[in-house]
């Protein structure tokens, strides 16, 4: 897990604590291909690192995570390429989280600025999370025409509840810090400037208690809480490939690119 093995992330040990940045400042550390597959490889790699007791996620620059990367042909995908490949493809957010939540140590999420889309889907798969005072959390994905992919929908419904879940994902509503701490999705507000130290002094406390209970407890807890949703999130990336392939999607983004009105048709 060499931390020069990352063009998109940076890696700091510091002792029994593990610091991966999100290192695409310049664009607000949005989420391509590249900067999955090195998310989850990272994820992956604590498997082996029996020193790291605690792993903290946060983004260099302003943001956590802007979500996916939506500029142009970010991961040219080969359009002629086989239905069962895209599909695939597809299905690389949905592994990235995977590997936050197989992560045995405990994680948390030092939340600057915003998490959008895929970059909360991130926030949401870690054990704990502390936002500074000017964070947000919003889910654009209802505004390009699209449902929420990578098997999230049942991780923010369990810290939030069905309502205001729907206000978020179906709604697109735009929620800022204490709400967030009001309605269980951040553990703890702080200052921005003190939003390491806050998240160091949590990995600290946690990295002093046993970690071999402590790891089972989590991966029990995770068990629970996590039990049906293989049986019902696995067909997130099918209904992505269909909404994606809509009129009304093909209308959000003209929208969304030329600033005009939708008219949405059901079609």
Same mark, same amino acid.
Request: aromatic residues 6%; negative net charge.
């Given at each position: 897990?060499?931390?020069?093995?990352?063009?998109?992330?940076?890696?700091?040990?510091?002792?029994e604590?593990?610091?991966?940045?999100?290192?695409r400042?310049?664009?607000?550390?949005?989420?391509?291909r590249k900067?999955l597959?090195?998310?989850?490889?990272?994820?992956?790699g604590?498997?082996?690192?029996?020193?790291t007791? %605690?792993v &903290?996620?946060t983004?260099? =620059?302003?943001?956590?995570?802007? +979500? @996916?990367? #939506?500029?142009p042909?970010? $991961?040219?995908i080969?359009?002629?390429?086989?239905?069962?490949?895209?599909?695939?493809?597809?299905?690389?957010?949905?592994?990235?989280?995977?590997?936050?939540?197989?992560?045995?140590? %405990?994680? &948390?999420a030092a939340w600057? =600025?915003?998490?959008?889309?895929g +970059? @909360?889907? #991130?926030?949401?798969?870690? $054990?704990?999370?502390?936002?500074?005072?000017?964070?947000?959390?919003?889910?654009?994905?209802?505004?390009?025409?699209?449902?929420?992919?990578?098997k999230?929908l049942?991780?923010?419904v369990r810290?939030?509840?069905?309502s205001?879940?729907?206000?978020?994902?179906? +709604?697109?509503?735009r929620?800022f810090?204490?709400?967030l701490?009001?309605?269980?999705?951040?553990?703890q507000?702080?200052p921005?400037?003190d939003?390491l130290?806050?998240a160091?002094?949590?990995?600290r406390?946690?990295?002093?208690?046993p970690?071999?209970?402590?790891?089972?407890?989590?991966?029990?807890?995770n068990?629970?809480?996590?039990?049906?949703?293989?049986?019902i999130?696995h067909m997130?990336?099918?209904?992505?490939?269909l909404?994606?392939?809509t009129?009304?999607?093909?209308?959000?983004?003209?929208?969304?690119?030329?600033?005009?009105?939708?008219?949405?048709?059901?079609n």
């Open positions: 897990m060499a931390a020069d093995l990352y063009s998109n992330l940076l890696v700091e040990k510091r002792g604590v593990t610091v991966v940045s999100f290192n400042p310049r664009k607000a550390n949005a989420l391509d900067h597959e090195e998310i989850e490889a990272v994820s992956l604590f498997r082996n690192d029996p020193q007791r %605690v &903290i996620f983004g260099t =620059g302003t943001h956590f995570s802007s +979500g @996916a990367d #939506l500029s042909d970010p $991961d040219p080969d359009q002629e390429a086989s239905l069962v490949l895209r599909r695939r493809r597809a299905r690389i957010g949905e592994r990235a989280v995977q590997a936050i939540l197989d992560i045995d140590q %405990v994680t &948390i600057n =600025g915003a998490a959008m889309g +970059g @909360a889907c #991130l926030a949401t798969a870690m $054990d704990f999370r502390i936002g500074a005072d000017d964070c947000f959390m919003q889910y654009p994905e209802i505004e390009i025409g699209v449902n929420l992919m990578w999230s049942s991780l923010l810290l939030t509840g069905p205001r879940t729907k206000r978020l994902v179906a +709604g697109g509503e929620i810090a204490n709400e701490h009001q309605w269980g999705i951040l553990d507000v702080v921005g400037e939003l130290d806050t160091m002094e949590w990995a406390r946690y990295a002093r208690l970690p071999i209970p402590q790891q089972m407890i989590k991966q029990s807890v068990a629970i809480a996590n039990a049906l949703d293989t049986s999130m997130d990336v099918d209904q992505n490939l909404t994606a392939s009129e009304d999607r093909r209308e959000a983004i003209r929208n969304y690119l030329d600033k005009t009105v939708p008219e949405f048709k059901g």
